[in-house]
């Protein structure tokens, strides 16, 4: 059994679930830590109150509240009504499909307005980033303006009683304006290598394929703090749920590969020179003579989450929160992937440690041996596999992490690394690349308007130029924090000093942990979400799960 199973325990866990559960939200230390002037964030109306407490956790770790805005102020709630059918998304962030063309907001406010309802059709315009144009995303029909939740969820019942669908806000959430008023909520931990003595590091917990919370992840490595970490697969039909959807390192192994070469967060566990890098992979299968490319790492054949790889389709472009599909695959799992690999049509070489072929399953699905490997073939690559894969054979899996200039990232060097995106800073500029990463759906703007034109809770990350490791929650989706939209997470990465940043996972996802509390308010009406991993700020002496 290998490391990683064996610390695997339903007690501990149950435990370490009750004990965070049981922790009390207690307040930041008081008074603040005297610091260099800093300007207020660029968030809101200039003349915006903002307040900011800070405490140190450890040697070269703080933790910063800020408070931005003004806390009574209050927005009109409205009803935003869907197209229909909606995103049919088992994701509870997946944004709803609420734009259309002019004609047809036209003709669905004409339709609402007959039925007795205060209908209006809205031109929905958004600011340009760094490989989109922005301009207008197209057409929303929203009902009403109301002063609370409560009259606005009463007309959305009249919405639905005409034959419509929608989804109850509050324009707070818009970001269509420079001059909202607030509130914003924000915690950010900074770690600085010259005076931090403990180590930085990122965990998926047990194994890759389950998923945990940040405060779990936390509590098991004995954590001083810990913030969410990147994308991972949520719906079972988009894969094996907990498996991160991009690139992971974890203590120096690669358990999954890249999204095309979307931006990652490179971690040493001094936090030196921490970077935000586009990563590609190189995989092959060797066997004699035969060289054959490799599709993926510990991910369910066939089914790759927001895409980015070999012959995916509808695209082998970044595509988020999109699942390709790709019928022929060769998929390396290694022991940390579970305690069993994908079942499934097609055949599985099983590989000791050496590379040896001990077993040929006739169909996909059985244990990882310790120390040693399994090889999954689908579609046309199944005879492939059968071929070369007979007992006591070798067959030898070699992968590698690129950057952008084509080098090889050692482990060795970056044995922590992060997926992410969109890009958020580029040498201390604001530098989104939500195109390139696959955060613009050409043939749904309603994904673009909901994922990063509306404000969300949001987790960034980067290092700024003192060379420090920052990491960023926001939360919202409550009247009591709006959130960000990718562009004002981008303008409060280049507020904080950032040089390099990149934007983690976000929404119910948001997490930040420190000393055992939970900082950041869930969004999830279950409380705090599951993750696929977490980056992890460890004291002197770390045991980690």
Known sequence: MSQHRARRSATVLAATTAAVLALPLVALAQPPRATDPVPPLPLGAEDLPEARETEQLAPGVTLTRIVRGETTASYPWTVEVSVPAGSGSPDPDAPPTALRDRASAEEVATELRDAGLDARAEEVLTEPVADFAGGSLGWRVRVGSFADRAAADAARAQVVAAGHRGSTLSTGWDADGDDDRGPWRLDVLTVDPRHFRGEVAASVGPDVEQRETTSELAALSGAIAAVNGGFFVLDPQAGAPGDPAGVSVVDG??????????????????????????????????????????????????????????????????????????????????????????????????????????????????????????????????????????????????????????????????????????????????????????????????????????????????????????????????????????????????????????NLDGGGSTAMVAEGRLLTVPSDAAGERPVGDAVLVLPGHPTRP
């Open 253 to 502: 192994e690669l358990l999954s590969e890249p999204v095309g070469e979307r931006p990652a967060l490179l971690l040493r566990p001094d936090a030196r020179r921490t970077e935000v890098e586009r990563l590609g992979w190189e995989g092959e299968l060797r066997a004699g003579g035969t060289r054959l490319p490799l599709d993926g790492l510990n991910r369910v054949p066939g089914l790759v989450r927001n895409c980015g790889g070999l012959d995916d389709l509808p695209t082998s472009l970044p595509l988020h929160d999109v699942t390709c599909t790709d019928p022929d695959e060769l998929v390396v799992f290694t022991e940390t992937f579970a305690e069993r690999t994908p079942a499934g049509q097609g055949v599985e070489a099983v590989l000791d440690r050496h590379g040896r072929v001990t077993e040929l399953r006739d169909e996909r699905g059985g244990p990882v041996p310790d120390g040693g490997s399994t090889v999954q073939a689908t579609g046309d690559l199944v005879p492939v596999l059968r071929a070369l894969a007979e007992e006591g054979s070798r067959l030898d899996v070699r992968t590698a992490v690129t950057g952008e200039d084509g080098r090889t990232v050692h482990p060795s060097r970056y044995p922590a690394v992060v997926n992410g995106g969109p890009e958020l800073v580029r040498d201390g500029e604001r530098h989104v690349t939500a195109a390139t990463d696959g955060m613009v759906h050409p043939d749904n703007p309603s994904f673009y308007y909901g994922w990063a034109h509306k404000r969300n809770p949001r987790t960034l990350a980067g290092v700024d130029d003192r060379g420090r490791l920052v990491l960023v929650t926001a939360d919202g989706r409550s009247t009591d924090a709006l959130g960000l939209s990718i562009p004002e997470a981008a303008d409060v990465a280049v507020g904080l000093s950032l040089r390099e940043a990149l």
